[in-house]
């Protein structure tokens, strides 16, 4: 079916024309038509086979020809970015373009006159739980990897969103997306929709075993790999040699790091490659260089590069583009990076298909996540065939691995909203907006989810009710005669989107805090809430942690658990992540922290972005409890978020400073705005990491600035020898179309 076909106006015929689609795939020319009706559309076909592509030819015919809203919805932050840049190149035909992925305690006002909206999940929730008119008046929503609703984490916010949305709005058109699953007519059921399901793909995917030197594909064939002193490498090697990429997926962090800086001396002798000085900053840290981030530099001028949640996330932004160019030939990853980014290769090695998981040992993963990861093998437009190999270790694992993995069929996609602790936040979410006035309205709107969807709600009644006296005895929500109405306590934490939990926990710590409670104190509380992902204290670390907690017994902003229970071991780990946050905020050097605490960069931020969140929300809970404390919390706020001491403070609060930037100043006597002002830009320039458009700028924001100021540039320091050059200029013909996947 050719795009002319379609019923759409000329111009936007023509857009699409321009961006080079002439031609549909089979899976779009059968749902786009669908879809353009203004039926419900779940599209369930494999990666890399255009479905992005039906969500957008329907915004285009919502958005221009009948000048409706569209909100498209996403799972992961990383691909917002993605989205709008593809909505951005059709935005010439008369709509604007927002994207909202951060702040949860805001209505995002700026988004007011978009008209299309790229957000996560949990964007979109916090913004009808804050009252937003944009999104009730949203004509079509898109949920790209609607699968993720089997997620236990995202998958109830997705679920609970979607249904106020189809409640509120009975007009409002749905195209989901998904990769193949085995129950795709539950997901079609639920959204009364047309289901569009296929195997079809651009280019063929081969799927196959290695073991001892040898890949066995499914349709029987096989292919001989040249030994080499470890087979994961000869299985990079032959496929780097013959002109491909390879994603090498292994289960945990530790050991994508081990690999890739083990094959990083051979990869030299295949795809060595130049860095520029901006780029071997950004490999090795945005705030300060670390051990991790000097390893990965030192991988990635070889051409191969380690990715996983320990990294910053302009380390893992600067390695998918440069993988996605062609410059890096090789990643080394865990499983996260198969989930949604657009990141093919031609050969996708999956190493392990266990994972070590707490109380279990190594644990088999989901037959979707390996199908995830194999759906990341060949490049529309690059590559002729993709090819995924899963590695065995005997004649029995490559039997297993073949019957149990690659013949067989994703999992059941289930609905995750029924837990007892899943149901708190989202209940309460439920009475602060006034969706639901009773607990018979409350299983009302249950009936409507997925969940309601795909179970007869056996027990729920009793979890509901047990959730709601909760509320009502944390004064978060109050029952008078049966009917349900927020409290200003429980509106406050629904529009912070905070656990309940978490809250009872900062409320009760700010009641006890007193301008002598030592910053630990604050911060463990922080740490000890559902809402912080706490770190496992090693056995190496529990001598000084039982130091740390007998040095403060008494002072602990709450209950402590008896020392033989198990959860005074979720104590001691949240006790780490105090400590941790502690040092950050000291201004501990980075690779200290992550060596004493066996973490990654990473580690360090996500922690403490989720604490500096919860931060925020225990100075608002404050407000409501104990004003008078706030101004003992806030300064941890921003000392948490720049990871400085308080004399900082007040140089973090420029534009491009940061702790180490502000650290220089002050230890040259630039000390405040004021100094700022009174200091020659030449001076401030010559400083070690400030130069002379660093040095204008904090002129300018503090008024001070005067052109006839003298400069004096220092230039970087390089390595005696080294030839910096532009980067390589990918000359390989671009991918054919742009959607592809």
Sequence with gaps: MLVDELDLSDDIRQALREQGFVELHPPQAEAIPIA???????????????????????????????????????????????????????????????????????????????????????????????????????????????HMLHDPGRGPTLEVALTKMIRKNKDMQIIALSATISNAIDLAQWLDAELVKSDWRPIELREGVYHKGTVTFRDGTE????????????????????????????????????????????????????????????????????????????????????HNAGLEYGQRQFIEREFRSGRIKCIVATPTLAAGINLPARRVIIRDTTRFEAGIGNAPIAVMEVKQMCGRAGRPGYDPYGEAILMAKSDDDATHLMEDYLDCDSEKIMSKLGDEKTLRTHILGLI?????????????????????????????????????????????????????????????????YIDPESAVILRDAVELIKDTTDDLMILHAVASTPDVLGLYPKKAEMEMLYELFDKYEGQFLMDVPDDMDYEFEYFLGALKVALMANEWIDEKEEDLITAEMGIGPGDIRSRVDSMEWLMYAMTEIATIFRHEVVKRIRPLLTRLKYGVRHE?????????????????????????????????????AAMPRIGSALAKSLKEQTGSWNAASTYVDTPVKKEEGTKVEPPVQDKRPKQAKLFDF
């Design 432 to 496: 602060a907006t006034e969706d639901v006035s009773s607990i018979d309205d409350i299983i009302d709107f249950l009936r409507e989810t997925f969940y309601g969807c795909q179970s007869s709600l056996y027990g729920i009644e009793g979890a509901v009710e047990n959730v709601v006296d909760f509320l009502v005895e944390e004064k978060m929500i109050a029952d008078e005669d049966e009917v349900l109405s927020p409290l200003t306590f429980g509106k406050r934490v629904s529009d912070l």
């Design 36 to 146: 353009l009706t203004g039926r419900n559309v779940v599209a369930a076909i494999p990666t890399a086979s255009g479905k992005s592509l039906i969500g957008y030819c329907t915004a285009l015919k919502r958005l221009v020809e009948e000048g409706k809203r569209v909100l498209y919805i996403v799972p992961l932050k990383a691909l917002a970015a993605e989205k709008k840049e593809d909505f951005e190149r059709f935005s010439y035909l008369g709509f604007k373009v927002g994207m909202s992925t951060g702040d949860l305690d805001s209505d995002d006002r700026r988004m007011m006159d978009c008209d299309v909206l790229v957000a996560t999940s949990e964007k979109a929730d916090s913004l009808m739980r804050h009252g937003s008119t944009w999104i009730n008046n949203v004509g079509l929503v898109i949920v790209d990897e609607v």
């Design 648 to 684: 900082l403070l007040e140089l973090v609060s420029l534009r491009g400073i940061g702790r180490a930037k502000a650290r220089t100043l002050y230890d040259r006597g630039v000390r405040n705005k004021e100094n700022i002002m009174s200091t020659d830009a030449g001076t401030i």
């Design 223 to 306: 292919h001989n790999v040249p030994q080499m002193k470890e087979e994961v490498w000869a299985l990079v090697a032959d496929m780097v040699m013959d002109g491909g990429q390879c994603l090498v997926f292994v289960n945990s962090r530790r050991s994508t790091e081990a690999l890739a800086v083990r094959y990083s001396k051979d990869m030299a002798k295949l795809a060595k490659m130049e860095l520029t000085d901006e780029e071997i900053d950004t490999l090795e840290g945005s705030s300060e260089s670390t051990a991790v981030g000097r390893k990965l530099a030192s991988c990635v001028k070889c051409g191969i590069a380690f």
